[in-house]
């Protein structure tokens, strides 16, 4: 059977990627990767140039996003969906001896999509991760200041969460992280100023890509989208 590759990419520059993964890319006969329909794809853009010409790209394209609410029943379902077509192509590669690399934007396994087809191929098929930088480091080491010092906790949250529990679990971190902002930033401000933490809060767009933004939240980050955006507070914990 063909062996299926999780390869993380890391952050979005190449130049940080893995050898492994690069070895993996440049010799690859099959190339997987996420895209929402009619967009090229955040993990395909950043290894333009890496892929042989003649490998077989099979973009998954997401049959849902933003278009319904998390809670309406139909968005598990069509995901659901999605995923098992996904993997039944997957695995009829495999079994037909192939290997196939899926492109995963920073690590497979942190909020990656990949994850949902790992967990329906582990079973079925030789199935290796890649490990990578994440995008959170790759946000905290454009700011240009460490994320935690001596004892800090770091936190790592979701906008998606209800905004008292956003609040309540900021208020308890001493460095933090906020991943999927999107149309969610108006309640993550919200919960920041609430635990006190706005003002040492930084917003980064596309860390570590050429279109790369750093700005402190408090200022004016006119032209900056939530979107491919993370928010780092640093810790202020003990040094010598």
């Known amino acids: ?54 490998a077989n790209e099979f ?36 079994d037909q ?3 196939v690399v899926v492109l995963c934007e ?6 990656g999509s990949f994850m949902h087809l790992y967990s329906r191929l582990r079973e079925q098929a030789p199935v290796e991760v890649v490990p990578a930088i994440t995008g959170m480091s790759g946000a905290w080491t454009a700011t240009g200041d460490p994320i935690t010092w001596g004892d800090d906790v770091l936190t790592v949250l979701v906008g998606t969460l209800p905004e008292e529990e956003l609040t309540r ?9 906020v991943m999927k902002i999107g149309r969610n930033i108006d309640k993550v401000k919200r919960s920041l100023q609430a635990s006190g ?5 930084w917003i980064v767009e596309y860390a570590q890509m050429p279109n790369q933004r750093v700005c402190k939240l408090s200022e004016n980050c006119e032209g900056l989208t939530p979107y491919f955006s993370i928010i780092i507070v640093h810790g202020q914990g003990r040094r010598p």
């Open 169 to 177: 679990r900021m208020a308890q971190t001493d460095a933090l992280v």
């Open 59 to 94: 973009p998954m394209e997401y049959p849902v996003t933003t278009e319904i609410p998390l809670s309406d029943p139909r968005y598990n379902e069509l995901l659901a969906e999605f995923y098992e077509a996904c993997t039944a192509h997957l695995k009829a590669l495999s």
């Open 197 to 201: 933490l706005y003002d040492r809060a």
């Open 106 to 111: 920073g690590d497979p396994f942190f909020y």
């Open 1 to 54: 059977m063909g062996k299926i590759y999780g390869v993380g990419l890391g952050p979005g520059d190449p130049d940080l990627m893995s050898v492994r993964a690069d070895r993996l890319l440049r010799n690859a006969k099959h190339v997987a990767f996420f895209r929402k329909p009619g967009r090229s794809g955040q993990a395909r853009n950043i290894v333009n140039g890496m892929i042989p010409g003649d």
């Open 97 to 99: 001896g192939e290997d």
